[in-house]
């Protein structure tokens, strides 16, 4: 082991070298923490077995954009699981830090060719989840890993609060994820959102990315003064975020497919 990279709610992140193929990789432990049982009604079996459920379907994606599970196995009869080392995040891109995702807090914004460029990768990454039914539920900059600022390629991770088909595992009228990335919906009961509800976490990354701060209650009043920003992407920023769900593009794919007529 070389370091601990993160602390979660229910997870110890450490970089460690591989000793048989001699290259930095990430290690993610199984370690929930007491506040988190005590925030939500799952106990520690069941969020040992959203952990390996995490681990087994990062195992299944083989997708450039989301970063790929290399073994998976147990530490002091605690399951752990290994993945290629990706060296920052979107939120150190974004010169927010990296230990601590503070969503009101201002940061930098990105150029408009590289905002468009992450969201194009974050769209065909979560594509991923969605063509599986999956929704991640908890899309933000601390969980997209970068494989180098500036000119890094996207790495979707950490989907262990995603819901499955038939929303497995998901208890009603609790809300999981971070509560400026989510819609209402989500706030409401997380058991029963769509891919849709991911759809408003990019909007909310999108406009950080481009302005520095959160977007205002109302999409109507979403603008980027003094940024070159194409009508069109702000048109679909405003979609994103719309809180009626219906309003919004479907899903990943429709939400590239948006992006990509997009002209700059």
């Not at 199984?30 to 379907?57: C, G, I």
């Not at 999956?134 to 390629?153: A, E, M, S």
């Amino acid at each position: 082991m070389l370091r601990r990279i993160e602390t979660t709610a229910c997870s110890e992140v450490y970089e460690c070298v591989d000793p048989d193929l001699k290259r930095r990789v990430a290690v993610k432990l199984f370690d929930v923490k007491d506040r988190l049982l005590e925030m939500l009604p799952y106990s520690r079996e069941q969020w040992r077995v959203r952990f390996l459920r995490e681990a087994r379907l990062l195992g299944q994606i083989d997708n450039p954009y989301v970063v790929p599970v290399l073994d998976l196995a147990r530490h002091d009869d605690e399951p752990f699981y290994v993945m290629p080392f990706v060296k920052t995040t979107l939120l150190r891109e974004m010169g927010g830090g990296g230990d601590v995702d503070e969503p009101s807090a201002r940061t930098y914004p990105m150029p408009l060719a590289r905002t468009i460029l992450v969201l194009s990768q974050i769209a065909q990454g979560l594509h991923a989840f969605h063509a599986r039914g999956l929704v991640h539920r908890d899309l933000k900059p601390r969980n997209i890993l970068l494989t180098k600022r500036v000119t890094g390629i996207v790495k979707l991770c950490d989907p262990g609060v995603a819901k499955f088909p038939g929303g497995g595992g998901s208890v009603e009228e609790y809300w999981l994820g971070v509560r400026e990335y989510i819609p209402p919906e989500q706030q409401e009961d997380a058991s029963s959102v769509e891919p849709s509800a991911d759809i408003y976490a990019v909007g909310v990354i999108a406009h950080k990315m481009l302005s520095g701060d959160l977007p205002p209650v109302e999409p109507e009043d979403i603008g980027f003064p003094g940024a070159d920003v194409p009508d069109g992407l702000v048109d679909l920023i405003r979609a994103a975020l719309s809180p009626d769900k219906a309003l919004r593009p479907q899903d990943a794919r429709e939400f590239f497919a948006r992006l990509q007529r997009i002209t700059v």
